[in-house]
């Protein structure tokens, strides 16, 4: 993570990135609390959710404007012009406070909206022109962490000093506005350091192009049209949009929702309170953000998602149970840490697996679905709402649509969680180390070939592949009831001696699509600290392919419980074992046995000395 920080421009562009989620806050805060000041019950909830719709609205309608931008220019200037813009916005803010103008305050929650709408996806898609794919998902997790802050930040900050301000001396939601007036020029100094910071961030466009919007088509919607389809082009990328919207539909509703809960079922007026149990789930996103990052240090560890889902799905519902503010807040915590699982990983696959040419696209049609979602749910709470539907009923209902996104989730990434899982469980009492990853092809068929030390080989393995490993293995084991189902979606290959032939051929057949074949040479795990004979089975697969062979080499396992070979240095049963996997240098697939397994003694002799 340090060397993504030492890159040039990516301070400034963070910076950029707090500034624009805090004082776009900022003001939504100022009318939300005086919303919660002035309304009770189903009119406090139906104008809050007014404020939410007019601040993603503008997503909707900026789809293919802001994507064709983001996708034309060079995305530092869009932030740039779009940072002045926020300028001229809050000065406008700011005069309403003064002048008590409630309503058109309220209408230029649209206007900053708006703006923030125009150059979104310019700023999210600069994340992978800025830091490039080695860091993107560290990217998204240093701009989840500093967006999240911001948010939490801003909610403290404008919540204390309207509450210090206010101090409760008010008639009228126009008496409000005049009294905390001077937080405006807050919002315009934010803005103006925003439009400092921008303007320092490096052009990194490589490609210009020369498209042409004409607007008639936006307004019959071709573009509509056709950006969609850019969108839907990869199911990946379509689904993990969904889940998104999902995501943040249940965020909108449950940041909705809260403040009359706690009035009406806790009794709680004071807007610091209920702000400050929802901003404990902003220190958890930061948290579980920088967990994501931690957890993608090879690859985009998508089983997070999984993970994340599971426990937003059981905190919505607990939430619904909960008559306790501490309780409360210790969920809304946990659902914090548990977003930052989901989004992180979610945005980073996004911008990953999307071509560049329309990365600004696919990044405004993103906004468009998730704003839409959320718009509509915003909608459905509000109509609840009118009809006498309480909080808590709306609490289960979001639950409900979080098993949805959880098992949408499972179906396109069940065998990556599986992996996810082992991989946190086997981390409680090892740390793995691994020496040489760069030596494995990522376009050509791989014969993974080395020691075997444990039960627990086959994990290690994988752990820092995104590519999936296909481990050659022992046919009864394959078949074993509660392994079997684990062994066909992991694409293991059974052997036997009856069957090896048709096992070899299935090896071949996947060599040939360029994956990764794992193969145990010594048959069995090793009981000494010596390597067993290795066998000559690998050799019997058909080298029609191109490809070659890595051998590796595991170490730091001897005295495991999984393990059959005995520890020579004893270590404590609460120390964390370090395990070292070594990769070498890539030989020819046409190696025999006899010579391979010197090459692996010669990787053990000079690891192990």
Sequence with gaps: MGRMFAIIG????????????????????????????????????????????????????????????????????????????????????????????????????????????????????????????????????????????????????????????????????????????????????????????????????????????????????EYLYKNLKIVRRKPEVFEAIIVLSLFWSISQVILSIFGEFAKSELGITNAITVQGVMALAGIGIVIGSVFASKFSKYYINMGLVSIGSVGIMIVVFLVAQTNSIETLAFLFFGFGIFSGL??????????????????GTVLAGSNFIQNLFMVGFLLITTIFAYFGTNAESLFYVMGFVAVYMTLTVFKRYLIMTFWTILELLSMLGHKYEYIGLENIPLTRGVLLLGNHVSWLDWI????????????????????????????????????????????????????LKGKIVAVYPEGKISQTHELNTF???????????????????????????????????????????????????????????????????????????
Excluded at 147 to 165: C, D, K, M
Excluded at 539 to 550: A, L, M, R, S
């Design 10 to 221: 990516v301070m400034n562009y963070l910076g950029v990135v707090f500034l624009n989620a805090f004082t776009d806050l900022g003001h939504k805060i100022i009318i939300q609390n005086t919303i919660f000041k002035v309304y009770d019950g189903e009119m406090q909830i139906i104008l809050t959710s007014i404020v939410n719709a007019l601040i993603l609205l503008p997503f909707i309608l900026m789809f293919s404007p802001s994507g064709f931008l983001a996708d034309k220019y060079a995305k530092n200037r869009i932030m740039k012009y779009a940072s002045l813009l926020a300028v001229v916005i809050t000065l406008l803010i700011t005069f309403s406070y003064y002048q008590g103008w409630f309503y058109i305050a309220f209408g230029l929650t649209f206007v900053l909206a708006l703006q923030s709408a125009i150059y979104g996806p310019a700023k999210y898609g600069y994340i992978k022109e800025l830091v490039g794919e080695q860091h993107l998902c560290t990217g998204n997790g240093a701009v989840q962490a500093v967006t999240t802050v911001a948010i939490l930040g801003g909610i403290i900050f404008y919540t204390v000093l309207f509450e210090n301000l206010l101090n409760d001396n008010f008639t009228s939601k126009e008496e409000i506005l005049q009294t905390i007036a001077p937080l405006g020029w807050l919002l315009v100094l934010g803005s103006l350091i925003e439009l400092y910071l921008s303007s320092k961030l490096p052009n990194k466009m490589l490609h210009h192009t020369k498209r042409k919007f004409e607007s008639k088509k936006y307004f019959r919607g």
């Design 342 to 359: 989901v989004m992180v990983p979610l945005n980073a696959r996004i911008q990953l697996i999307t071509p560049s040419i329309h990365l």
């Design 460 to 511: 290690i393995l994988q752990l820092p592949l995104n590519k999936q490993i296909n481990f050659m293995m022992d046919k009864e084991i394959y078949n074993w009831r509660l392994f079997n189902f684990v062994c066909k979606r992991g694409e293991a290959i059974p052997i036997s001696p009856r069957a090896s032939k048709d096992a070899f051929k299935e090896a071949h057949s996947r060599l």
């Design 535 to 609: 066998q000559r089975g690998y050799e019997y697969i058909d080298q029609g392919y191109d490809g070659v062979i890595v051998p590796f080499f595991i170490s730091g396992l001897e005295g495991s419980l999984f393990s059959r070979c005995r520890a020579r240095n004893p270590r404590s049963f609460f120390k964390r074992r370090v395990i070292t996997v070594y990769f070498g240098t890539a030989i020819s697939k046409e190696t025999k046995a006899e010579e391979l397994q010197k090459v692996v003694q010669e990787m053990k002799d000079k690891h192990e000395q």
